[in-house]
């Protein structure tokens, strides 16, 4: 992998992070550039999807997690909610047999209620069939919202108190994050976020407190394998405090 300036850049693989999250952002602005409708951004965007999977699991990241759609994201035109709803389904068809090979376990985070059948359908079956696998864990988030899982967890925990399982001593960090859909994953160690966007879109909220940020200024279509290995390379070259010194 080569920086900016040509110089080679190598990554240590004692230091890889193990947890990365993504803020896929970008495919429309790619599409429009190109003349092209915005849903055409998102095919693109499958293939990165594939690109980055597959680097992440050749350097041993032990969790991706890809921000693929929104609570708020309804509020885009029918036509295109309804092409990223269909997009699960389309990639599962083509790739679950290579994450299956690949050892990869598929997991969602994100409220499953508003999804349209079939897109559950083909999560819960790529669910099923990788659940065994001991690789990379690929979760995608979909109809995800922080403040949403949040709320639901605050629910859950109101539930055990009032139903007398759990002191309000008992409401925890650890106990939180029993209720979270990231249950059981560590928290990210780095985020990326691709297109120049610089915020998170009601992204991990809880889970990001201490991760490190990287901003690409690429669209997600054109994101790719040395565009990701950078990202890591500059997270291997912060200094994690967390507070202390
Ligand atoms: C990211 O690309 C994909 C989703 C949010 C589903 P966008 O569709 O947000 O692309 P821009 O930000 O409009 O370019
Ligand atoms: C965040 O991107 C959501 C996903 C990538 C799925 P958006 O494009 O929806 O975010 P905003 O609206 O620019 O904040
Ligand atoms: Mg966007």
New binding site residues.
Partial sequence: MQGKDGEQLTLDLDNIPKHIAII???????AKKRGLP?VA??RA?MKTVKEITRAADDIGVKALTLY???TE?WKRPKDEVEY?MRLPQEYLLTELKELIEQNVQVRMLGNKDQLPDYTIKAVLEAQEKTKNNTGLILNFALNYGSRDEMLHAIRCIADEVKKGNLDVEGITEKAMERHLFTVGLPDPDLLIRT?GEVRLSNFMLWQLAYSELYFSEV??PDFNRDEFYKAIYEYQHRNRRYGGV
């Fill in positions: 896929m952002d970008g495919n429309g602005r790619w915005r951004g998102h965007g693929a759609f929104s994201n990223l297109s669209y997600w």
